[in-house]
């Protein structure tokens, strides 16, 4: 027997494909205006950790805010680093008994010198007396910063935000403290550490701000590391 298709039927199948053919390309895991099933946050930091594991050199600035006033510690830094690991620029730290002083900075081979109020000679230094990391090695691609963002527990999208003239997803999470203290040398082994991240379409990681409990007692110490000049050629030699 021959079949023929009324227009009712015909039209409620083309609806029918039209609904299927418009559902197929949605996601719930695409950041805000996304469209890629493939782009979750879990994504979007492995392809920062790549981007920033990739750069031949970059600029690092780092900033503090609630370090306790009783506190010696690291308190802000600003240079650029490549992948050798080296470094070189400066890091503000607070000593009990001098207050805060800025010291230029040399990292290469897994050594450390600096010019100290009481040297003005680059001499070889043991950061961690200053409560501060061996600033060569936050640039590690084997422990450095950017194993961080793949430390980060339970990431999610949050708002997207303009850095200049780019538009930077934020990426919020936790971090165990244990990956803090491996890092930075400083921080709680038995804490865990909120995140948040700022990284271009690009994957570049323009910010991290890691908020938590740094010093005992103080649970809201915060540090933000923002990243830029991707690509720059960084050449660093032993004093």
Known sequence: MRRT?????TLALAATIALTGCSSGSSKDAPSGGTSAAVTPASTL?????????TSGVHLKLTSAKVPAKENGLINGEGDGS?????KGTIGVRIAVAGTISVPIVAVDGLVWAKTPLNP???KIDPQQFGAPDPAQIFARDGGFSSLLMATQSPKFGAKKRDGKDIVQTVTGTLPGAAIKKTLSFGQADQTYDAVYLITDKGELRSAQLTGEFYHGTKDTSYTVEFSKYGEKVAVSKP
Not at 5 to 9: D, E, H, I, K, Q
Not at 47 to 53: C, M, P, R, V
């Open 83 to 87: 992948h050798a690991p080296a470094f």
């Open 5 to 9: 298709l009324t227009a009712t039927s």
């Open 121 to 123: 000679k680059m001499t």
């Open 46 to 54: 492995a392809k920062a950790k790549k981007t920033l594991d990739d």
